[in-house]
């Protein structure tokens, strides 16, 4: 079936950054809209950032910090994030819509100290 999964969480101090990877694998046919959720413990569920053909989108949050990219050989959606802020503290999920249906990461945990 399809998987996704993800890579580069971690620990970073305030103002550091990291790099998050997704990666797609299984049966696929087609993989369009692609991008990045996170959620914090007791907040809802924040779209970071999407790509598909018609560009980027990203939160206002981390407009000018945060960059996705994709490399669509290898199926796979890239996350750099610069200028981290103890905000930013989250679990980040990655998602695509493959074969015409969207499928999901099982998150990764990023934590930024102050």
């Known amino acids: 079936q399809v998987q996704l999964v993800e890579s580069g969480g971690g620990w970073v101090q305030a103002g550091g950054s990291l790099r998050l990877s997704c990666v797609v694998s299984?049966?696929?046919?087609?993989?369009?809209?692609m991008g990045w959720y996170r959620q914090a413990p007791g907040k809802r569920r924040e779209l970071v950032a999407t790509?598909?053909?018609?560009?980027?989108d990203y939160a206002d949050s981390v407009k000018g910090r945060f960059t996705i990219s994709r490399d669509t050989a290898k199926n796979t959606v890239t996350l750099q994030m610069n200028s981290l802020k103890p905000a930013d503290t989250a679990a980040y999920y990655c998602?695509?819509?493959?074969?015409?249906?969207?499928?999901w990461g099982q998150g990764t945990q990023v934590t930024v100290s102050a």
């Open positions: 998602y695509a819509y493959v074969n015409f249906n969207q499928h």
């Open positions: 299984g049966p696929i046919f087609s993989v369009s809209t």
């Open positions: 790509i598909s053909s018609g560009g980027t």
